[in-house]
């Protein structure tokens, strides 16, 4: 296991169009996190995973962006009617928990740079 | 004001210069996080305390709950650490269990 990948690695799209990133945590991690970056800015969350429950998503996460985790594994987020201010990096970070501990070292993807025109 | 803050926000160095790099936070953590970003984006976790000091290699870490309070030093410091340093706390309280707060981070550029 190579560590979390994310693909792709860049996007560039037109306003309104449609996009989908996917994340490949390490595998025996059940937690999973997305987060943007905007440039000089520091990560901002948006939402994570346990196993394949959402639970939670940040006020950030507006309803053109969509989530999901479905066999607990891989995730992918998907940005409908892409707008320019959604041009950002898109990263992944994943961690193990186990016993509701907070503990475990949080290891985050390279990012897929999103840029919208 | 940002709940976690870093200073300074960039910081210029001479090769084999000790490094410091500054974090506050105001808010009640159960784990701070000290995280290095290299251009084009992928982020390395260096550091997870919630009390005391770590090392590793050239880099130390400690943490002053007290204070709500965090340092990373650099000894000896290489071109190869010149990346963006990103604080990162982890509440203790408000019910939110994946939400890190992220500093803004400090730019750090080491010139031979």
């Known amino acids: 296991d190579t560590g979390v990948s994310q693909d792709p690695r860049h996007k560039i799209t037109k306003r309104g169009q449609n996009v989908t990133f996917r994340c490949d945590p390490i595998?025996?991690?059940?937690?999973l996190y997305w987060y943007r970056q905007t440039l000089g800015q520091g990560p901002e969350f948006l939402t994570y995973?346990?196993?394949?429950?959402?639970?939670?998503k940040s006020r950030l996460l507006s309803d053109r962006f969509s989530a999901e985790r479905p066999k607990g594994s891989f995730s992918t987020l998907e940005i409908q009617r892409t707008e320019q201010g959604d041009s950002a990096m898109y990263l992944c970070?994943?961690?193990?928990?186990?016993?509701?501990?907070?503990?475990?070292?949080?290891?985050f993807g390279e990012g897929s740079r999103l840029t919208v025109l | 004001k940002n709940e976690v803050e870093q200073s300074p926000q960039n910081l210029t160095a001479q090769e084999g210069e000790f490094i410091t790099i500054n974090c506050s936070y105001s808010v009640g953590i159960s784990a701070l996080h000290w995280l290095q970003q290299h251009p084009g984006g992928g982020i390395v976790s260096l550091f997870m305390?919630?009390?005391g000091k770590k090392k590793h290699g050239r880099l130390i870490a400690t943490i002053n709950i007290q204070e709500k309070h965090s340092s990373l030093h650099i000894t000896a410091s290489h071109p190869r650490d010149s990346a963006v340093y990103i604080c990162?706390?982890?509440?203790?309280?408000?019910?939110?269990?994946?939400?890190?707060?992220f500093g803004k981070g400090t730019k750090l550029s080491v010139k031979p």
């Open positions: 970070a994943s961690r193990r928990i186990t016993g509701g501990a907070n503990t475990g070292e949080l290891f």
């Open positions: 990162a706390v982890r509440s203790r309280y408000g019910g939110s269990q994946g939400n890190l707060i």
């Open positions: 995973f346990q196993n394949e429950a959402q639970l939670e």
């Open positions: 305390l919630s009390s």
């Open positions: 595998s025996e991690h059940n937690r």
